[in-house]
């Protein structure tokens, strides 16, 4: 961290830094969802105060919600009564963030939301989205499994946190495009994983203990689908069962180079984050910005890694 940063806050959960101030500094709060539950949260947060810090005109106040919905509110709340000049949220839930999003904008605080969008009942209290097109990872993710199994077999999903938007996203994305590419592919059954690891595992021994036949897994990220694997593996029927995911992981990446993962989405946190504040500042800044701003989300297979560098989460 530069001289040009100071810690103005670190408490229960959260961390806020912030610029020395100048007649021309922005002031932007971001509460995120949690940091803590996955790698991708916490390179994504370290990116964001790294862009923040290499710019003389910003300031920033850097919360982490924790994955309480409740304490998202309440940051939301702190930093309208700052009076910030822009506010990123990272939703926790889609839904449930709407009124706090609702009472920014009625304060003339512009929102962006980053990552993860809101419910749709909360567009119009927003200035733009930045982030992954969640429904075309989603395709993506059906298209390979469709591709994997050449049109037929059986297959499980895992997907993320329940009420989670890109949970659904994901989720509706693979459903619909499985439907209409794959017909001979039977979805068994779908269950949460919750972006976890450990907890994915355990969904996927339970399907294998209901399931004889499992032909594939859609994961709705490589950090679950790397749990499923090493289920299966201890099952001793990874052999032959396609694994997909979306937001390759490390994980995901070294199980391709071995051959044990077919494929996935390619999803960089440090573009996420860039990307989030760049919005905010062009947001400010008065220029034109398109309601929905995607960054490039590309399949990885084991065809083609080579092309990728390995992920740092």
Sequence with gaps: MTNKMRILLASCGTLALASAASADTVRI???????????????????????????????????????????????????????????????????????AVRNAHRAEIPVIVTNSNIAEAGMEFIAAFSGPNNIQQGIYSAEMMCDALEGEGQIVQITGMPGYTTAIERQQGFDERLAEMCPGVTQLDIQPGDWNRERAQRTMETFLTRFDQIDGVYSGDDNMGVGALNAAIAANRAEGMVFIGATNFAVGYDAMGRGEYWGSVYQSPVDDAKAALQTALDVLAGEDVPKLNYFDTPKITQDNMEEFDRPVF
Excluded: H
């Excluded at 709060?29 to 790698?39: E, K, R």
């Excluded at 998202?72 to 963030?97: F, H, K």
């Design 29 to 99: 709060g971001i509460t995120q969802n949690n940091v803590g539950i996955d790698s991708y949260q916490t390179t994504y947060e370290r990116a964001f105060i790294a862009a923040a810090d290499a710019n003389p005109d910003v300031e920033v106040i850097v919360l982490d919600a924790g994955g309480d919905v409740a304490r998202q509110i309440s940051q939301m709340q702190d930093l309208i009564q700052q009076n910030v000049d822009a506010i990123i949220i990272w939703p926790t839930d889609g839904q449930a963030v709407v009124p």
